[in-house]
């Protein structure tokens, strides 16, 4: 079943689904006028989706809720000493940044607990190695953030409720549909997640995935460029108003 089945399954099953995406719901503005509730759900989801690549394309991880969580996982290796080779041109750093050394960043889905519950075949449950203090998927990796329909809303000229119930509605139904055994197409853009036989799958694009690794990319990710001298001498407040 691919999205447009899903929200067809949901509208089907009103008393299952409840909420504002049963009925056309008015425009923000009056030059638009109000949508069906299959058009209106489409376009609140190429929305979301457009919302979570840009996010991830800042270097934050996104969780959505009732559904998983977009995220960053690095894997850190010992440098090659050995076999570095020496260049006037090229300064530490600029290697450095070049990942000639250490750093792997690799992109990951995290179901939700509600999905993961009725993935019975699914082996890859913790995708990320997390101490056992953290226990939520908003504490599991750096820099993460959770899905607001605020800009979503504004983006589809829709209010933030409607929004709010439409991808509650869609995640609530991806969950039941696997559990009654249903085979799942959802398209994101920048990924593709498939469910088939209560497994999981997820597929990058390939180029999306390729720019996590760029020299620039770092800088994203970086909660601070402060020096070491100055770390130690600066208070909790100010490290935080300095953050990103």
């Known amino acids: 079943m691919n999205l447009e089945n899903i929200v067809t399954w949901m509208l089907k099953n009103p008393g299952l689904y409840p909420g504002k995406h049963l009925l056309p719901a008015p425009r923000n ?3 638009l006028k109000p949508l069906e509730p299959l058009a209106q759900a489409m376009i609140i989801w190429r929305a979301m989706t457009q919302y979570v690549q840009e996010k991830l394309e800042n270097g934050k991880n996104v969780n959505v809720r009732g559904f998983g969580a977009f995220a960053f996982d690095i894997s850190t290796g010992l440098p090659k000493i050995a076999t570095r080779a020496k260049s ?3 300064t530490l750093e600029h290697q450095r940044l070049e990942r000639k050394h250490v750093h792997k960043i690799r992109l990951v889905f995290v179901p939700d ?3 993961k519950a009725v993935l019975s075949n699914y082996h890859e449950k ?19 953030i959770f899905c607001n329909p605020a800009p979503i809303a504004a983006a589809c000229f829709l209010g933030k409720d409607v929004v709010d119930s439409t991808l509650n509605a869609i995640f609530s139904a991806v ?12 398209r994101f853009g920048f990924a593709n997640i498939s469910i088939a036989n209560k497994d999981l799958r997820v597929r990058f694009r390939p180029d999306f995935c390729q720019t996590l690794n ?14 070491t001298s100055e770390f130690w001498s600066q208070s909790y407040s100010q490290k935080w108003a300095q953050s990103r």
Request: no cysteine.
């Open 29 to 31: 503005t009056p030059a």
């Open 88 to 90: 006037m041109e090229k």
């Open 113 to 115: 607990a509600k999905l």
């Open 126 to 144: 913790d995708q990320l190695n997390k101490p056992k203090s953290q226990a939520s998927i908003y504490q599991k990796s750096f820099a993460s």
């Open 175 to 186: 969950a039941d549909l696997t559990g009654y055994g249903y085979s799942i197409d959802l």
């Open 214 to 227: 760029g020299t620039d990319f770092e800088t994203k990710m970086r909660q601070s460029d402060m020096r």
